[in-house]
């Protein structure tokens, strides 16, 4: 390393090389992939180290035609540069929550109150199949999805079985059921409802729906840069955001709600800015839904650990609500917010799901 050159210079230029290269072990941890180097973090100061590197190797051009003191003017400069990118890198990298910054906290207070069990409802005549996934609560009306695509509705008001039938193109797993912000056509009795298939697919199957029928109106696939499909757990619109969600693989995207007249969406997993959260649930998640800014995640099976787990992407907290300890044994499939409280379905058989109602508190 040349003497002459100020001391500032060579300070900076070690910081470049110790933050581009000898960092890297030690870097943030993305979001989707616990253990790998934030590129972020990689890029910004790669790029001043390269810029810097190529001063000093020419600082002695630089040197006949300049005083020291504008060599230690322009070390500075770099070093304000150098600063701004940290800033930048720290605000961008922390858009994204990890599951390490994930608190686990318990001041989140839950009571339960039971709504119905779909078996005493439902009429002995009525055939059901599959088991119990998906939960939409809107209005005075219950709708519970089916493995295999049948749907089951009941109204909630007078407690009494309405209708059932066959989702029209599905017979997917149905593990979550969301309900849109906004009605299909003046027609419409209910809001757009988004249907998860949850499986190497992915799908999302969206259905404008009525009492005896549904027609589906649109459908989106996630899929990464080669065309695989990433596959999709639970799909479900977040109302606060005014988002599209997607979980799969403890992996949360989001993505802006396709207008209704785009008939077949395909979503692409390496989008920027697409990945919001990574998961870091106690269970196998099953359902999921945003309510009044929080995110609800049922998770785990029957006779084992099942918990409410509810995300607060902003403040990057976490809660974990047991349910067999303090609900049932069964296993939590969907999920659905409304008039203030988280409705939860419990999988007992294809005919019956135990159905509670949630309110939620803050300490």
């Not at 005083?67 to 720290?90: D, Y």
């Not at 974990?320 to 379905?345: A, F, K």
């Amino acid at each position: 390393m040349p003497t002459h050159l100020g001391s500032a210079s060579y300070f900076f230029l070690n910081l470049m090389h110790l933050l581009s290269g000898g960092l890297k072990g030690y870097a943030p941890q993305g979001p989707r992939i616990a253990d790998s180097p934030s590129k972020l973090w990689d890029q910004p100061f790669s790029f001043l180290w390269l810029y810097f590197s190529n001063i000093v190797l020419h600082v002695n051009d630089f040197e006949r035609k300049m005083k020291k003191r504008q060599i230690t003017f322009l070390a500075a400069l770099i070093a304000a540069l150098c600063i701004t990118g940290c800033s930048v890198n720290k605000k961008n990298f922390n858009t994204e929550v990890k599951a390490s910054d994930l608190e686990k906290l318990n001041d989140l207070k839950l009571t339960n109150t039971f709504v119905m069990d779909t078996e005493k409802l439902t009429p002995e005549s009525v055939q059901v199949s599959g088991w119990v996934q998906g939960l939409v609560v809107w209005g005075d009306y219950i709708l519970v999805y089916h493995d295999g695509g049948q749907l089951v509705i009941f109204d909630r008001k007078n407690m009494k079985y309405v209708s059932t039938y066959m989702l029209p193109d599905n017979t997917s797993h149905c593990n979550n059921a969301s309900v849109g912000l906004e009605k299909y056509s003046d027609k419409s009795i209910f809001p757009m409802i988004y249907v998860s298939d949850c499986s190497v697919t992915g799908e999302c199957f969206v259905y404008d729906t009525y009492l005896d029928h549904a027609d589906e109106v649109q459908r989106f696939t996630l899929k990464e840069k080669n065309g695989t499909s990433t596959g999709g757990n639970g799909w479900y619109i977040d109302a606060t955001e005014k988002k599209l969600y997607m979980h799969w693989d403890n992996v949360v995207r989001r993505y802006n709600i396709p207008n209704k007249a785009v008939r077949n969406k395909e979503f692409s997993a390496n989008e920027t800015g697409c990945t919001v959260g990574y998961m870091n649930l106690p269970e196998t998640h099953q359902g999921a839904c945003e309510y009044n800014g929080l995110h609800y995640f049922p998770c785990g099976f029957t006779d084992q650990s099942t918990y409410l787990t509810i995300h607060d992407y902003k403040k990057g907290k976490q809660w974990n609500y047991p349910l067999n300890s303090t609900t049932c044994r069964y296993e939590p499939e969907g999920i659905c917010g409304c008039d203030g409280e988280i409705y939860v379905s419990f999988a007992v058989s294809e005919r019956s799901a135990l159905i509670y109602k949630y309110e939620v508190k803050r300490d």
